[in-house]
């Protein structure tokens, strides 16, 4: 194999790439300036040094405890309970939610192995036994497997005296939150349901 | 709604070409293997994104060819046109209506209302409880988005709780067993009701039709039959745990349910003639044009292929006479049948179809 066709395998496993959009990614980076691909190639080379999962909530820093978890500006009774790190993200950006946030790190699906073992609800625990948190917020993706894993830190969170609700209207069913557009979502913030047995 | 016209590229044995539909009956004529059937699949997919054969999209690609599509423009209820469009290439399927890609099949199968009647319907007769059950399912399915939502759900949430059982996941099964309850019961209500609705057609009409007067009907034993709650669902789940865990499977639920159909006090499935189960076949496609009309409050297109072939002159009059409540519909015959009587020129365009070639009449 030479070393074009190297990168556009490599290429090609990104999600959402395809042979042929990753032969012409390949192509573009051939006649594209040398300099830029070497900032690339850098860039993507350190970017699991430089960036990792928060030891407290979960989410990517660059340094440990993140900047939302060392924020004392943010309300510390509050947390919001997210499938992935890119949630976060989005949650944080939609900029009407000003609470800590905990990652689980993706969403209960036995067909996929994934049972609570393999998340991380044991952190989340700890936070709230340690933590002044009295109300959560929970935000995973409004799918049959979100739904589960909703149902379940309901039942985990059984007698903690914690008020528990969930995002509700506007996300589209079967969606993901990161597609979900800021507006939708901050409306969806304000509009959360009580989800508290 | 009405197709206007049809257009198709590398698709089976079809050469392509545009072809006009405009007319309440369009009639295909050929032999067997001439691409009558291809025609009404290309219609089909257009409808709903799949086959009604048991093929894949690259199965339906001229032979030697790896990509195909089709085009056609339909008219709505209130006159405006609609494009539709469906291209597979590099083994993926792209659907747009009016230029707009079609990402959820789910926006796509509540375009179109489109019944079939194909050579393969009389298992709904003669098979096994599934393929009645699939009816049922898609009857309902095609007025009913919500119940349609709720079987996806269900199907879904099935296949956690026996991995759940599989990968020793018990801690969750509470979990799921509350949630296909309360879906579990939306689906067995919603398919109480349809069974019944289906007898108060299906009955007199067989009987019209046979000119009998048998009892006929479909007689519905859900698996959670004596269940009349979600939570009375919840306690039957937890008791048949043991036996969930012996078989590592969900042993009762919807997915369980049966639709006998019974002549009296027999099972029609076995003692019914051929004659008889394809024109009770035919029926079951009538009563569904019927409750799509009445609940829908659209009326659909039909498809019909090959299925009044062995039944004798006066059956098939019968009917094509019952046979109405939709907007267009697309008929195969061989070159030898009679079928005018129904289509006067002045509602139907003929086409006969020669390997691949359609040629007005
Ligand atoms: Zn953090």
Redesign the interface.
Known sequence: MNALETLIKLLARLPGLGPKSASRLAYHLINSDSHYNELLAEAIGTIQEVIFPCSVCGSFTESDPCPICLDEGRDRSLMCVVEQPQDVLTIAASGSYNGLFHVLGGALSPLEGIGPDKLNFEGLLKRIDEGSFKEMIIATNPTEEGDTTALYLRHLLKGKNIAMSRLASGLPIGGDLEYADRLTLARSIRGRVDFSD | MKFRSLGFHNFRNLEDSLIPTEAKHVVLVGSNGQGKTNFLEALYLLCYGSSFRAVTLNDVCRHGEKNFSLTAVVEDEDGSNQNLFLRYS?A?REIRIDGKEIK?RRDLIYNIPCIVFSHDDIEFIRGTPESRRRFFDQTLSLYDPLYF?DLR?YR??L???N??I??D?I??L???N??LAEVGYAIQTRRREAVEEFNAIFTPLYNKISRGESGMKIVYKASWDECHSPSEIVTKLENSLARDMRQQTTTCGVHRDQFTLMDGRVNFSVSGSTGQMRLASLIFRIVQIETYRQKGKKSPILLVDDVLLEMDTERRGEFLKELSGYSQAFFTFLPEEQYFAKFDNSSALIYSVEEGRFVGQ
């Open positions: 590099d993926k959820d939502d759900r879904a949430l296949k956690q709780r991995a759940a599989k990968e996941y801690a969750l509470d979990l799921y509350a949630q």
